[in-house]
């Protein structure tokens, strides 16, 4: 039988670890990484950004 996945809690504490690994040609990614402060990974989360000079 499958175990339903662990949620982490969100009241105890956390360690956020980000890292951009690309940044090139106007486009940004970003990676980030939950841990627990047993050092478990709890969650990743991955965001890309586009760049754009304004011209007036």
Request: aromatic share 8%; proline share 7%.
């Amino acid at each position: 039988m499958r175990q339903p996945p662990m949620l982490p809690c969100a009241d105890k504490w956390l360690l956020f670890a980000m890292e951009s690994p690309v940044a090139a040609r106007a486009r940004g990614l970003n990676r980030g990484l939950f841990f627990r402060r047993d050092g478990t990974l709890v969650a990743t989360v991955v965001q890309e950004g586009l760049m754009r000079i304004r011209s007036d």
